[in-house]
């Protein structure tokens, strides 16, 4: 069973850049479709960037078009959400999710989140 592990979080400045992490150990992640979620505090959970199976489609929400970018990378083994010009409401605990199927269709596996902190 996936376990997909997130990295990368921390205390930042806003104005700044982070680069989130998302390994799936003992899987590839060409095998499913991912998504990255945040949970900012008091919120609920928001579902920002997918990326397909065979990483050419991505998806983005409203809140994460511009500045966010997923990207998906085979020889690693890794999904990435690159998020530029940080801002305070970018706080809280980023998801990375794996699908069977695809994007915009159930979640089948979830990680534990790593928790970005954006300062003002």
């Known amino acids: 069973q996936l376990q997909p592990v997130e990295s990368g979080g921390g205390l930042v400045q806003a104005g700044e850049s982070l680069r989130l992490t998302c390994a799936a150990p003992?899987?590839?992640?060409?095998?499913?479709?991912f998504t990255w979620f945040r949970q900012a505090p008091g919120k609920e959970r928001e579902a920002l960037a997918c990326?397909?199976?065979?990483?050419?489609?991505?998806n983005y929400s409203n809140s994460a078009r511009g500045r966010f970018v997923i990207t998906k990378d085979n020889a690693r083994n890794t999904v990435n959400l690159q998020i530029n010009t940080l801002r305070p409401e970018d706080t809280g605990r980023y998801y990375c999710?794996?699908?069977?199927?695809?994007?915009?269709?159930?979640?089948?596996?979830w990680g534990k989140g790593t928790l970005v902190t954006v300062a003002s």
């Open positions: 999710a794996a699908s069977n199927i695809d994007c915009a269709h159930k979640i089948d596996f």
């Open positions: 003992d899987h590839k992640v060409a095998w499913y479709a």
């Open positions: 990326i397909s199976m065979n990483g050419v489609r991505t």
